[in-house]
């Protein structure tokens, strides 16, 4: 399993979320220096975000067993498919998030926007957008599990699928919590 | 016209030569000798071009010093515009000596140790101990120009302002304009909120401190005494920029950035030094659009009593507009 | 990896190739095109300056509403040249065209692997960045033309197009392209660091890596860790520009109408555009002085002197390149304690530089310099990195920034490092690896017309603008004509301008010879410079997989030229040591 090929392409994985992240850095620092001077609106956190975060950590851990499990040579299938549907089920929970925030009177931009709204909009926005490439990897992977690509000895595929998965949840805690308390 | 011939000529010059150099690769083919082989007497022709192109680019360069200098701008004409000037000089110094050493020994040791099939190079990888001098030498040289760099800077942004005198330096596309504070030396508040055609800076006149505020359209300084200027702009990001006096400052829409000075000379003393059409200038020296070259704004020096008499001639604020609610 | 037996066709050799060595010529025409596009961009407008107002046959190479009646060109698209010559040899030419084309050339070649660790990765890295290309070229023609507001592209003026015609449908382009290009990089940067950490050969170990390869792998490293921020500048750009936010726009009034935009900060935009910009030039300049250490030792005869040393230099300015985007801000109204803090990492970062220049001069002490058209490069690429450098401690210097920043000085500066010193790195690379890219030979003598035409108009060109700056010039000028202080230098800008066109018309020689020399140049031995490095063991005619049979075993590091006790004046990486001979 770990032959070089599978290292290295691990690997790729790993410099690439390294850039994401750095990405997600460049935002927050904007986020931190701009709020350091002023006019910035505080509000509370819509609980969407918090029901988002429980599923997206839900998600991650079965997708933790469904690894344990294709170890073992067992089936799988339908382990991914629920994780893909969590994976729905956030961004319908971010998106309501958004309805109300605006119902809130937080905005993106226009009549009686606040740049601190606008960056809590960029921020999950861009997450989401990160998540739809995790939500083609889990489609991918559900397709490979189905046609028997993978077995103890191989299952790459999933790895992949899952580091990228674990990162997004690991980059939505990040950006969860950056938001809630600073 | 002169364009195209050059340009012409040119190009009729290297096809010439390119020509020419097919000829001879192919000469070099019927001699069965291989044209690309670098031989020891292309390596002497090289080598000597190192040490004649080298010598005369380092002429040049102080052909361009010697030549070129009564261009650059006038010693400093404010207080901390002389601080500048003195690290300026040094830094220079520092630097032209290490260009004038590397340089030369760079062209030097590729004359000398120009290739030659007799030679052997001499197998030298490295050595730890010269790693660390010319580590440690450029270190404690840097350490102490930045130690009087910092101080400088210090000094030239950290100024005493008790005396100063405050005016506003307004930035847009593509003029300047500049609101003296008045007697009370307090400038109104301003917003862009408030901006029309007749109150083209936005000042809020129903604050006390506007009332005796003047727009004016050139600057003028009291010699040796130092003023506050500070800085907003309209529309984009523009730079004031004060050569003579060592002053640059962004003026940034949103943000209000500011520069203190004290001017040493007269405008006057400088037509004297200088030139009969001196004159002290403000540029703007970040890219604001297309007139970005041409924004300009006169600054005068002059004193106490020439700037009395000027500012009583110039109309207060509170004169030109109707109080805003 | 395996080899890959699959037949190829036209398609899948030529366009779709997933071979690195294709990829990287791939990048090398492209950056070749772009280069010629942004420095005819400089000719014409340095043809503007010289001659401020009047017509020229050059500008009918522009689109028909960039000159005004009188047949002279408009101010503001003085301007849109000035910004997409910056756009395209900052990133087109000098990070693409350099990194792209060596990265993916040298690096699985000089490390012993078949290719890079993905191939399929590595075609989209080009494929992005011509995508990009062909999207920054568009932008060219769209109405109100391409962006106008410097490559820097600082709001407000790049987000408002009253502010400028340029910022309309240009900058949108803009954005986009550059959002491409930064994701093809990206791309091409992953795949660079993989495979040199997991596929080296046996026997490559760290401390055996050519130095070029050293430079490629920190210079990936600065592109994945700093191009993303650009993204995420540029993002809060695109929400400003086109859905109303004010991240970066606050209290402005443009053309008469108050926008709505309050409480944004362009030093914000400033901050992060930075944070890439300067890493930005590292990612160009390492590449260059990794060929160049490459190039002067096999053509020394001598190994790089002080290989540890040249490592750690690059590592330190690597780092450092981090903690010093402020000295492109010192002028902003920053808090003067920052501007302290931005000098001090600055001038610190002159300490490794010098290091690397005392080292480059130590090698080619006692040594036999074999004059090649790719040494000439890289002994100019020395001289211009000394000139250049050392100014870079005036501008450094908060203090003395004051009355430089923005002018001709900086301009001055800049070219000279990378416009001088990177582009000389890159005409030594291709002069160097011809032969191995081709499997034939440039022609010698027009290298060296080429070297010692380029070098004097190079010089020519941008030594006189320190002249200009100190004089008070600022850079990004439509004319100097408008201040009656500047009249006086109306000589040197016509001597810039002469040897601006002079270099740029020399260029030609440099085309031709490349152009022709892949068809017709004679055909290359296998090792031609007598190199020690690995990608000179491999048969002249490229092949999928690099090696035919087994990858070569390294047994000893690259720089054995000259070693005492040899036979002859080199030893290649991979032949065995001999009994009793010790490894360096």
Redesign the interface.
């Known amino acids: 399993m770990n032959t070089v090929k599978n290292k290295a392409l691990k690997q790729l994985l790993w410099v690439g979320m390294g850039s994401i992240a750095m990405f997600f850095a460049g935002l927050t620092s904007a986020y931190i220096v701009r709020k350091a001077e002023g006019n910035w609106v505080d509000f509370i956190l819509p609980e969407w975000f918090v029901y988002s975060t429980i599923v997206i950590v839900i998600s991650s851990l079965i997708l933790i067993f469904a690894t344990q499990r294709i170890k073992k040579n067992k089936e799988i299938f339908t382990l991914i498919v629920i994780v893909f549907l969590l994976g729905g089920l956030f961004t319908y929970l971010q998106i309501n998030g958004w309805k109300e925030l605006t119902s809130m009177g937080v905005y993106l931009t226009g009549e009686g926007s606040n740049v601190a709204g606008s960056f809590l909009y960029v921020l999950t926005l861009s997450h989401l957008v990160h998540l739809a490439g995790g939500l083609i990897a889990l489609l991918v992977t559900a397709i490979n599990v189905k046609k028997k690509k993978y077995n103890s000895e191989s299952y790459l595929g999933l790895e992949i699928t899952t580091i990228y998965w674990h990162f997004l949840s690991a980059l939505w805690l990040y950006l969860f919590f950056f938001l809630k308390y600073l | 016209m002169t ?2 011939l ?2 012409l000529v ?2 009729l010059i ?1 096809a010439a ?2 020509q020419i ?1 097919r000829v ?2 192919l000469l070099s ?1 019927i001699k069965k000798q ?5 031989t020891d007497s ?2 002497k022709t ?2 000597i ?2 040490l004649v ?2 010598s005369a ?1 380092l002429i ?2 102080v052909w ?1 010093m010697i030549t ?1 200098n009564h ?3 006038p010693p400093a004409s404010s207080l901390h515009g002389q ?2 000037d003195s ?2 000089k040094v ?2 110094g ?2 032209l000596i ?2 004038f050493a ?2 030369p ?3 030097y ?2 004359y000398k ?4 099939k007799n ?9 730890n101990k ?2 660390v001098i ?2 440690v030498i ?2 404690i040289i ?1 350490t102490c ?2 130690v009087y ?2 101080r ?3 000094r ?3 100024p005493d302002l008790s005396q100063a005198k405050i005016i506003e330096v307004y930035a847009e ?1 593509f003029k300047w304009t500049a609101r003296e504070s008045g007697t009370d030396n307090k400038l109104g508040k301003a ?3 408030l ?1 029309t055609d007749r109150n083209a800076l936005g000042v809020d006149m129903n604050d006390v401190n506007s009332i005796d505020d003047k727009v004016v359209r050139e600057v003028h300084l009291v010699v040796n005494k130092p003023v506050l200027l500070k ?1 907003r702009a ?4 523009h ?1 004031a ?1 004060l ?2 006096f ?5 003026c ?4 209000s ?2 520069f203190a000075f004290t001017p040493t000379q007269t405008t006057a003393e400088m037509k004297e030094q200088e030139g009969d ?3 002290f ?1 403000l ?12 924004m ?1 704004m006169s600054f005068i020096v002059e004193t106490q009593q020439e700037y009395d008499a000027w500012i009583a001639s110039q109309k207060k604020l509170s004169e030109k507009l109707l109080t805003q609610k | 990896m395996s080899e890959h037996h699959h037949k190829e066709t036209f398609i899948t050799k030529y366009i779709f190739s997933q071979d690195h060595k294709m990829i990287a010529k791939q990048f090398l025409i492209t950056g070749m095109f772009m280069a010629i596009v942004g420095m005819l961009m400089s000719a014409i407008f340095r043809v503007q300056l010289a001659n401020p107002g009047e017509s020229s046959f050059l500008y009918n190479l522009l689109p028909g509403d960039w000159i005004n009646e009188a047949g002279a060109l408009n101010p503001d698209k003085y301007l849109a040249l000035v910004t997409m010559h910056g756009t395209i040899l900052v990133f087109w030419v000098l990070t693409a065209g350099l990194s792209g084309t060596f990265a993916n050339f040298l690096i699985p070649l000089q490390i012993g692997a078949r290719d890079m660790a993905s191939g399929f990765i590595n075609m989209l890295s080009y494929w992005f960045f011509f995508i990009a290309t062909v999207i920054l070229i568009s932008s060219i023609y769209v109405q109100g033309g391409p962006a106008s507001g410097g490559w820097t592209i600082y709001p407000p003026l790049s987000a408002l197009p009253q502010a400028i015609p340029g910022s309309g449908t240009g900058m949108t382009l803009w954005l986009i392209s550059i959002t491409l290009f930064v994701v093809g990089s990206l791309l091409g940067g992953l795949n660079y660091i993989v495979t040199i950490l997991n596929l080296r050969t046996i026997g490559m170990s760290m401390k055996r890596l050519p130095l070029t390869v050293w430079a490629l792998l920190i210079t990936a490293i600065l592109g994945v860790l700093s191009f993303p921020v650009l993204l995420s500048c540029g993002l809060l750009l695109i929400f400003d520009r086109s859905f109303g936010t004010s991240f970066y726009l606050s209290d402005i009034i443009i053309n008469g109408e108050m926008l709505h935009n309050v409480g944004g900060s362009p030093i914000l935009f400033e901050h992060l555009f930075w944070f890439l910009g300067h890493p930005e030039v590292y990612i160009i300049l390492l590449p260059a002085l990794g060929i160049v250490s490459e190039v002067i030792a096999v053509n020394s005869r001598k190994p790089i002197f002080g290989y540890k040393a040249m490592v750690g230099a690059l590592l330190l300015i690597a780092f450092l390149s981090f903690i010093v985007w402020g000295h492109h801000m010192f002028m902003t109204g920053m808090n003067p304690f920052l501007g302290s803090v931005f000098t001090f990492t600055t001038l610190l970062i002159a300490i490794p530089s010098a290091v690397k220049v005392f080292n480059y001069l130590a090698t080619l002490w006692r040594a036999n310099i074999r004059f090649t058209p790719a040494m000439l490069f890289a002994i100019g690429t020395v001289s211009a990195f000394i000139t250049g450098g050392l100014t870079g401690l005036i501008l450094g210097d908060s203090a003395l920034d004051i009355n430089v920043h923005d002018t001709y000085f900086v301009v001055g500066h800049f070219h000279i490092v990378m416009g001088l010193s990177a582009i000389y790195g890159m005409f030594a690379g291709v002069y160097h690896w011809f032969p191995k890219m081709y499997g034939r030979m440039m022609n010698k003598n027009l290298g060296y017309l080429h070297f010692w035409a380029t070098f004097i108009c190079a010089y020519g060109v941008f030594f006189p603008m320190h002249f200009l700056g100190l004089a008070g010039l600022p850079r990004r000028y439509y004319t100097n004509s408008a201040f009656p202080m500047f009249d006086g230098l109306s000589d040197i800008n016509s001597i810039i301008t002469f040897f601006a066109l002079t270099g740029a018309i020399v260029q030609g020689i440099f085309i031709f010879n490349f152009i022709y020399s892949i068809f017709k140049g004679p055909k290359a031995s296998t090792n031609p410079w007598k190199s020690t490095t690995l990608e000179w063991t491999t048969p002249v005619e490229r092949i999928h997989g690099n090696w035919p049979g087994d990858l070569p075993v390294v047994t000893r590091w690259a720089y054995d030229y000259s070693k005492p006790g040899a036979s002859e004046d080199f030893i290649p990486q991979n032949v065995p040591l001999k009994e009793g001979e010790e490894e360096h």
């Open positions: 364009n195209t050059i340009i040119a190009v290297i030569l390119v150099t001879s690769e083919e291989d044209p690309n082989k670098v292309n390596n090289q080598g071009l190192f192109v080298g680019f040049f360069v361009q070129w261009l650059l701008l601080e500048i690290l300026m830094s220079m520092l630097i290490v260009f590397l340089t020994l760079l062209f040791f590729v140790y120009r290739g030659n030679n052997k190079a001499y197998f030298f990888a490295h050595n010269l790693e010319w580590t450029p270190t840097l120009l930045i760099g910092l400088t800077w210090e030239s942004m950290n596309q917003n862009f909120k901006v800085f309209k529309d984009v990001i730079s920029f050569p003579h060592r002053v640059q400052m962004n940034v829409p949103g943000l950035t500011q059409d001196f004159e200038v540029l703007c020296n970040k890219i604001c659009g297309a007139a970005h070259y041409n300009q």
